[in-house]
């Protein structure tokens, strides 16, 4: 059956998010009072896959998590989404990870995650599901997993008809050679100019857009061949190498309560709908949209939009051919 239906596999973070909406975010060292406590489940790579099952796909989640209440919570939710949980992992010495989060009122958010079981994704964990990483349509990965594992994944793709996804968040350093392993990275612009940073990669002379595409430009040159930096309320810019292409993707003018999960909603969207058979620009969109909407709604799993709700807003949305 998973030869012959088009899959999104999921690898990654499963976190329970304690999540306090305060008037603005503590400076450091200072205490601030009078917030409202709310708990949602998270985790980039569980946010993710429920964005992509709620966009339309068939989608396998693979994750390590806790066996604790939580973990029990994490699970039931995702089934209950209709995510397949079946290659999932529970660990008996590590409790579940833990995301606490202090959103402010404009929905800028801080962020500080115990991973727990999640450090615990082996590669060992990974090469036990072979089959279903070769055959899926595409693979997403994020960084809240062991770096070793996350080269075992990619490894293991690049020998199936996957197209390779990584979001290289929360960043660190990517090994040069990952990248002959992955098509499509998608950044944030912080993240885009660190990593740059991180390669030791030939010096950005440029400013403002120019920057973003000669920074995408050099990573590209390690072998990834799209590069997609997400830009919050300015959109986002595709980076294509192969021909070359540059393509810029504008935000929707919305009143965000909480921007946690949206770069989540972003990618999983955009997973699901390349993995229906939409071109990336059009993928692009879809996600561009499905983040609008998850921006406007409180929680990270929670907030992510369903199929018709991206459609509808989906119409909306242009591009600007760069170049």
């Known amino acids: 059956m998973l030869n012959n239906n088009p899959y999104v596999l999921i690898i990654g973070?499963?976190?329970?998010?304690?999540n306090i909406y305060l008037e603005r975010l503590p400076k450091r060292g200072e205490t601030v009072t009078g917030g409202i406590f709310k708990q949602y489940l998270g985790g980039k790579g569980a946010n993710q896959a429920v964005a992509s099952v709620r966009s339309g796909s068939k989608t396998?989640?693979?994750?390590?998590?806790?066996e604790d209440s939580f973990g029990d919570m994490m699970l039931s939710h995702l089934k209950k989404e209709g995510?397949?949980?079946?290659?999932?992992?529970?660990?008996?010495?590590?409790?579940?990870g833990i995301a606490f989060i202090m959103i402010d009122k404009d929905g800028e958010n801080m962020i500080s995650v115990a991973p727990g079981a999640n450090a615990n994704l082996r590669p060992d964990d990974i090469d036990k599901n072979r089959k279903i990483i070769r055959n899926a349509t595409a693979v997403v990965v994020q960084m809240e997993i062991p770096t070793k594992t996350i080269q075992e994944i990619f490894k293991?793709?690049?020998?199936?008809?996957?197209?390779?996804?990584?979001?290289?968040a929360p960043l660190k350093l990517i090994p040069k050679e990952l990248f002959l392993h992955i098509d499509i990275i998608i950044p944030n612009e912080g993240e885009l100019y660190n990593l740059h940073s991180m390669l030791n990669l030939e010096e950005i002379i440029e400013t403002d857009n120019q920057k973003i595409i000669q920074a995408s430009k050099h990573i590209s040159?390690?072998?990834?061949?799209?590069?997609?930096?997400?830009?919050?309320?300015?959109?986002?810019?595709?980076?294509?190498?192969?021909?070359?292409k540059i393509v810029k993707i504008p935000a929707y003018d919305v009143k965000a309560i909480d921007t946690v999960g949206a770069g989540d909603c972003?990618?999983?969207?955009l997973a699901g709908k390349f993995t229906?058979?939409?071109?990336?620009?059009?993928?692009v969109k879809y996600a561009?949209?499905?983040?609008?909407?998850?921006?406007?709604?409180?929680?990270?799993?929670?907030?992510?939009?369903?199929?018709s709700e991206i459609q509808e807003r989906f119409k909306e949305i242009k591009h600007i051919i760069i170049k």
């Open 60 to 66: 396998i989640f693979i994750g390590k998590i806790g």
């Open 276 to 283: 229906q058979g939409e071109d990336i620009i059009n993928s």
């Open 13 to 18: 973070s499963s976190n329970m998010d304690m």
């Open 156 to 168: 293991i793709a690049s020998a199936g008809r996957a197209t390779k996804i990584l979001n290289p």
């Open 266 to 269: 972003f990618n999983g969207v």
């Open 288 to 307: 561009t949209a499905a983040a609008s909407i998850a921006v406007t709604r409180k929680g990270a799993q929670k907030s992510m939009p369903f199929a």
């Open 83 to 96: 995510i397949n949980i079946d290659y999932v992992v529970r660990d008996e010495q590590n409790a579940s």
């Open 221 to 244: 040159e390690l072998g990834v061949n799209i590069i997609i930096t997400t830009l919050g309320s300015k959109g986002s810019i595709i980076y294509q190498r192969e021909p070359e």
